[in-house]
């Protein structure tokens, strides 16, 4: 098997994984291929053709993954196509951008807890929990991903360093 076939059976195995997780099938393909391409960029004409999935599907998948931040359009000089690529510093951004889910659960726990009559009752007991959940998750994601951030910035720059 050449490096090409395992790395095109590879984004497929996680494309799996992600459209069992919930994800849309086109959309993983699509985001898993970009993921493993050695090209730097794909247009949606590559995405079709390497997928063997419509343009109508790359599109919705491109739409979707842009909005989550998992797909970038970039200029590409003397063609009219858009570009795609997966971004750098996608999957830190990702994380982050889940601080206002975080932040709007511990809000609801909190709300209904009080509206529950304090935790000493089941729904309590459980919007308890489900606050204390988010609150830790609102407190210890934010640093996690500075610390993920400053490590991956000295690791590309030992990389970089070493050529």
Partial sequence: ????????????NLALILAQ???QKATARVM??????RQETMTAAD????LQIS????????????????????PAPGSRRDHYRFP?????????????LLSTMSEVAEQGLAAADGPSTPAGRRLAE????????????PPLIARWRTDFTAKREVRVWRG
């Avoid at 491109?62 to 970039?74: D, N, T």
């Avoid at 510093?89 to 889940?98: D, F, Y």
Wanted: with cysteine.
């Fill in 47 to 50: 995405l079709c053709e390497e």
């Fill in 130 to 141: 489900m606050g204390d959940f988010y609150a830790f998750m609102l407190r210890e994601l």
């Fill in 21 to 23: 997780g919930g994800m």
């Fill in 1 to 12: 098997m050449s490096d090409n076939e395992r790395l095109r059976d590879l984004a497929e």
């Fill in 88 to 100: 750098d510093g996608a999957w830190a951004r990702l994380m982050s951008q889940q601080n206002q």
């Fill in 32 to 37: 898993t291929s970009l993921l493993f391409s």
């Fill in 55 to 74: 343009s109508g599907a790359v599109s919705g998948a491109v739409k979707q993954l842009a909005q989550s931040g998992l797909l970038e359009r970039v």
